[in-house]
């Protein structure tokens, strides 16, 4: 049995037992799971085939992908065949732009209405729960020349390499710190590819926070796979340790890469630089559906609060994998079975006892995946100096505004991210702040005194993607929600009367 | 800026970019046929005219806007190629009219 497909907005379901939002690992362990307690599933996801960004490509990956890719990539195709077994539905292709309580005039359940986008036409469906899978996205890398075209991040050379076999020419840097700069290097190598050299911006004085963590580090899978790539890099291409300072030169696109180590100043041209620091969870839709959140000082990001059962600030909404912190693909699938399982219990189809006793193994395993995280999360925790520009240095990508700009606007009282979108526009682009909204929080944080947490994040409004007009003006609209533009509804007597009058 | 591995080609497709001819393989986006073509700029910024490209390559960043078949602001490394598709620069902010053109 294959979860049946959706491919247009008119065949969705007025309402699903539950909804669940990305096709990564924990969005698909999560339906898995749910279906098979009898719920009825709707896993709705932007890309063209499950797998989320780490198993990208799984369905359709050939022998020589899963062989320079490693065997935790092929991990992946076990949970997409299990989900794919599953009798979930699932629609590829589409977007999630709202949630929020349902309306009751227009809605045909209670809960939550979903606001989704699928081949071109928007549609709204009901869910009883929501399980927010929407994983992770690259933290923002803020350095001179970051927006020239030829830099782009490492998990999009990985998207690259996963979805088409492509592989950078010469020459190619690699600059920035955590696992999968290394693990994207080591790939590229597998694949015949030539890296230039690699720039490791890791602060060594990480060590220090790092090592009371380094007897479970040593303890877990990541020590030996860590090992394993590191030394693989070290052979295939140069690695440069201790990089302090990076910036990106060229004349309309990249031509060089300038890095500062202590005093010795090094030029390296390059052709493609591909940036990274680490991922953070992915927070627009749960910030726009009001879903509380903290920041975490160890992993320099915000998060959103969830308790042992994956549930949210808001009581129909769960959040899994990535998205509710960064923990990887295998705890991700972990914690997405658990979530699937507290569901079913929540919503009558599994006795409370015999969820206990599903998740009891889950929750093992779990905690042998999650060991040496805490390690790995302050080992690679970024520079303060690239995660706080300073001069001319774009923060805002789309609205190009400089670390100066951001700067000089709380001198003149801004007082937090919202403030300063009216002030700058930072954060009020096509991307909505998933580019720029973690620097203009620690910005605004330096600059007040503040610690990052009283200073807080954007507040996303939805659509949390842009959407054409003509998709929304297409919609069916609630009577008070006719009434608040037009200032009254037409109904046959309100007609009548109007002619009446004319 | 990138190659593609040997055993990843498959049949061609044929759709122009700026008017010029470009091949891409069955399954690829449009960033990642411009990218494999030595493609690196897509766009110019609506606020400064300055040229940029794929980015993120997952939805994120909308640095890789394109106006597709007439129609401006869609994102390169969501959209798959399909054969005779013409694909163009989007130069600053996209043109209303035709933004809303089907």
Redesign the interface.
Known sequence: MTPRRIMSADEFADGYDLVVVGAGPAGMEAARTAASHGLDVLVAD?N?APGG?IYRGIT?A?A??LARLGRDYAAGAEIAEAFARSSATYAAGATVWSIAPSEPETSTGTGLDIGISLAGAATFVNARHVIVASGA??RPFPVPGW???????A???Q??LK???????EP?IIAGTGPLLYLLAAQLLR??ATITAVLDTTPRGNWRAALPHALDFLRSAYARKGVGLMAKVARGTRVFRGVTDLAIQGS???EAVTMRRGNEETRIAA??VLLHQGVAP?LNLLLAMGCAYAWDEGRAAFQPTIDEWFGSSLADVSIVGDAAGIVGAEASALQGAIAGHAVACRLGKLASDARDREVAPLRQRLAGAERGRAFIDRLFRPADRFRRPRGETLVC????VTAARVREACALGVIGPNQLKAFLRCGM???QG??CGLTVSELIAEERGLPVCDVGYFRPRIPV??I???ELAALEQSDSAVAAVVGFVETPSTIHETEETL | ?????P??SGEAIAFTFDGRSVTA?P???VA?AL??AGI??CRR?P??G??????????????C?VTIDGRS?RQAC?T?VTSGMRVETQDGPAPSVTG?AP
């Open positions: 932007e063209r960004q359709t050939r020589a992908d996205i690259e927006t020239l075209p030829g830099v782009m991040t998990g999009a050379a998207i690259a979805t088409a076999g492509l592989v950078p020419g190619t694949a015949g309309g696109r990249v052709d493609l992915n990508r789309c609205e190009e682009g096509p991307c998933r580019f993607k842009p054409a007009l003509a | 800026m990138f190659r593609r591995l055993d990843r393989r399954g690829d986006t990642v990218l494999a690196a700029t910024t606020v400064s300055t040229p940029r490209g794929p980015f993120c390559m997952m939805g994120v960043c909308f640095e806007l602001n969501m798959e809303d």
